[in-house]
Nanobody
């Protein structure tokens, strides 16, 4: 299984970015997917997750600003990020799980990460 995250970059506060995660190696539509992030000196945290059926969950810190979605025909996961803040700066990772869960330990495959930097 391979997960390839892309779409990160440098953006000013208040701006937007869309992350993508291309999946291969197993039936994408059967699995829950999540976006996580890790800022320097901080623990990895869940940003958002989406079930195989399209149910979603968001961390309070991104609710109303970020939208997770998936295109099962393209085997691709997305994270639309708007109203970005400097505290959103982190490496963002996509991950796959057989369960719709907020527990990062239940995610068994991880992408390589993409850097998001928000300047003030």
């Amino acid at each position: 299984v391979q997960l390839q995250a892309s779409g990160g970059g440098l953006v000013q506060a208040g701006g937007s970015l869309r992350l993508s995660c291309a999946a291969s190696g197993r039936t994408f539509s059967n699995y829950a997917m999540g976006w996580f992030r890790q800022a320097p000196g901080k623990e990895r945290e869940l940003v958002a997750t989406i079930s195989s059926g399209g149910s979603t969950y968001y961390a309070d810190s991104v609710k109303g600003r970020f939208t997770i979605s998936r295109d099962n025909n393209k085997n691709t996961l997305y994270l639309q990020m708007s109203s970005l803040r400097p505290e959103d700066t982190a490496i963002y990772y996509c991950a796959s799980s057989s369960k719709f869960t907020v527990n990062s330990q239940r995610y068994d495959y991880w992408g390589q990460g993409t850097q998001v930097t928000v300047s003030s």
